[in-house]
């Protein structure tokens, strides 16, 4: 994995906007903002202005956007982040097993992950959270499943190409069992390419989350997400066209930000693929 000297400028560039975006949804809030949550009925539907307490102006009930988009995003990072481990543990076991088997067993796995990526998966973490209720564990291992399929490809590979490396052929002649030469060997070594590939799934996590939260079936009110953030920004578009801008954006700069982070350092692993 590249050290951070190595950094590619890009990512370097992404990196500090992602600490921002960070350290405004945590650190904000401790500069006394206003309680998200709680309705200023003196200011129902204002508009963004630096001379009030309401810099990103009110919804129609008073509440704070910028409150509320720096709680939306501390709710959609978390979960975001909490699924993408979840996908990275299923896909880095899978894909490490899988590749290291070999022969059928091999191939049954990647029949098995083609079938997976075949389902309607989104449909059915919808019908899902229907059916069960919003909950926080069902909703993380909702959006885990849904994007580890691609990781657990990659790791296939990177597993099936170091089989034949020789300090894992020299690990099984001395005697190392299968558990064995995937615990110290396997997985230390596709580990820095699983937490490169851990910025490239991470955004969709957070888009999932988002989309599921725009249809209502992420947490619980009080709580609100930025997905949620959007769906209730394009209610008042009309008479209140901040309540979705500014959420909006602050949902697209944090996926661009991940998407060109995990593009660098993707490429930095893969000088063929930078000088293609």
């Known amino acids: 994995m590249p050290t951070t000297q190595a950094l590619p400028r890009a990512a370097r560039i992404c990196l500090l906007v992602l600490a921002a975006l960070a350290a405004a949804c945590w650190g904000l809030p401790l ?51 909490l699924a993408s481990l979840i996908a990275l543990v299923v896909g880095l076991g899978y894909g490490a097993i899988a590749g290291y088997a070999g022969g059928w067993f091999e191939r049954v796995m990647v029949r098995g992950l083609d079938v997976l990526s075949a389902l ?5 973490v919808i019908l899902l959270l229907s059916l069960f209720g919003r909950s926080l564990p069902l909703l993380l291992g909702a959006i885990g499943g849904y994007v580890w399929i691609d990781l657990a490809r990659v790791m296939r590979a990177e597993a099936a190409r170091l089989r034949e490396a020789p300090f894992v052929l020299a690990a099984r002649a001395a005697g190392a069992s299968f558990s064995q030469v995937l615990r110290w060997h396997l997985l230390p070594n596709l580990l820095p390419l699983a937490l490169v590939y851990l910025g490239l799934i991470l955004p969709q996590a957070i888009l999932v ?3 599921l939260g725009f249809l209502g079936l992420s947490v619980d009110e009080p709580s609100a ?29 944090t996926l661009a930000a991940f998407q060109f982070l995990g593009d660098s350092l993707r490429d930095g692993l893969d000088p063929k693929r930078s000088n293609a």
């Open 120 to 124: 309607p998966f989104l449909l059915i």
């Open 31 to 81: 500069l006394g903002l206003p309680d998200p949550q709680r309705p200023d009925w003196e200011f129902l539907s204002n508009a963004p202005s630096l001379a009030s307490a309401h810099w990103f102006g009110t919804d129609a009930i008073g509440r704070d956007i910028l409150s509320r988009t720096l709680a939306g995003g501390r709710l959609s990072l978390t979960i975001g982040m």
């Open 209 to 211: 989350e988002s989309f």
């Open 225 to 253: 997400s930025w997905g949620t953030l959007l769906y209730e920004g394009v209610q008042e578009l009309d008479s209140a066209p901040w309540t979705l801008l500014f959420p909006a954006l602050f949902l697209v700069t």
